[in-house]
């Protein structure tokens, strides 16, 4: 993000919060709540406001609230709700099939105060992530944390593919998949060594620190359930490619060498060894998959 964008994020935060909170407090409809989002996304986000912002978007024999092109590409789909009210299941049920409509992968579900995007993901039945949520009248929020997910939305971002890599670092930087990290082959070896070097008199199994993990470290909440299952089969997906790669590594360096040994001379070669020893290479003993 460079400083004319964050200057233009400061600037219309400063103005849109008051206009918010005003806005909340006197409980206005979803229509003038539109009208607003429609401004931030302008003045906050640098989107052209006649050639790029769309209101009541056509799709099908409905409407969504408000649609964001580039480049005259669909970019998101906006579903705006009045700014008093909660964001709730069904509402984002509804953006999402308007994007699967119209195949579009990013959505945002906002009141103006409080803004979500989920990422559409379509296989074999239609799914939804949400990638980021915020607050702007959440006065916790550390100012440069809100303009990293406010850029998100940046017109200037969708060249750099931002949301994209946010999506992209969210998938692998979450609770469920350090969770699963935590319980992984790989991870539970290191523990094993680290104790040891603590008490090498101290010997612990995998299972005995698994159990502990999963016992008395790690909350259940985060062990259980669809993205459990998905974390756990993720990370085993990633360590058994590694090792794949590592097999393969290690196969053409031991054809590389197969092949300089056949530029000798093989009845020099043959000569210098004991009766009755091959020269053949030995069979590669097949690497076992890392369980997670």
Known sequence: MNKKVKDRIKKG??????ILQSAVDRDISEADTVHI???????????DKYAEITTEYKIRNTYCDLAIK????LKYLIEAKAIGSDLKENHLRQAVSYAATEGTDWVVLTNGRVWQVHQVILDKKVLNKQILSFDLLNL???AQDLYDMLFTLCKEAVK??????????QSVLNRHILAALM????MVDSLRREIRRLNKDVKASPEEIIEILKADVIKRELLE?????????????AVNKRLREVKTKKEASENTADTSTDKLD?????ASLPRGLSTSPQPIEKEKPWEV
């Open 160 to 169: 750099k593919e931002a949301i994209e890599s946010y999506a992209a670092r």
């Open 183 to 186: 319980l992984s082959k790989p």
């Open 225 to 237: 359930g669809e993205r459990a299952v998905k974390a756990k089969s993720k990370i085993k997906r």
């Open 37 to 47: 989002i429609h401004d931030m996304l302008n003045e906050i986000m640098g989107w």
């Open 140 to 142: 916790t929020i550390q």
């Open 266 to 270: 093989d009845t020099a070669e043959t």
């Open 70 to 73: 580039f480049d005259g590409k």
């Open 13 to 18: 935060l400063s103005k849109f919060k008051p």
